[in-house]
């Protein structure tokens, strides 16, 4: 059997800051949250955060 591949899509930061606020200011919310949480907050909102040298983080 074969496994289905599909290509996700990438977001820009500003995407991503728009989705965020469209959902009520939750971007507000996880920036305020303890590391702790912030980290099963992402995990259950499906989200991966990938540090770069480019944005420091």
């Known amino acids: ?4 591949t599909a290509a996700r899509p990438t977001l820009s ?3 991503i800051r728009d989705l ?3 959902l ?9 949250a303890d590391p702790t949480d912030k980290l ?3 995990r ?3 989200l991966k ?7 420091g983080w």
């Open 40 to 42: 099963e907050d992402y």
């Open 24 to 32: 009520g200011g939750l971007i507000k919310i996880l920036r305020a």
């Open 1 to 4: 059997m074969e496994a289905a």
């Open 44 to 46: 259950q909102l499906g």
């Open 20 to 22: 965020m606020e469209s």
């Open 49 to 55: 955060r990938t540090k770069t040298t480019k944005h």
């Open 13 to 15: 930061r500003n995407e």
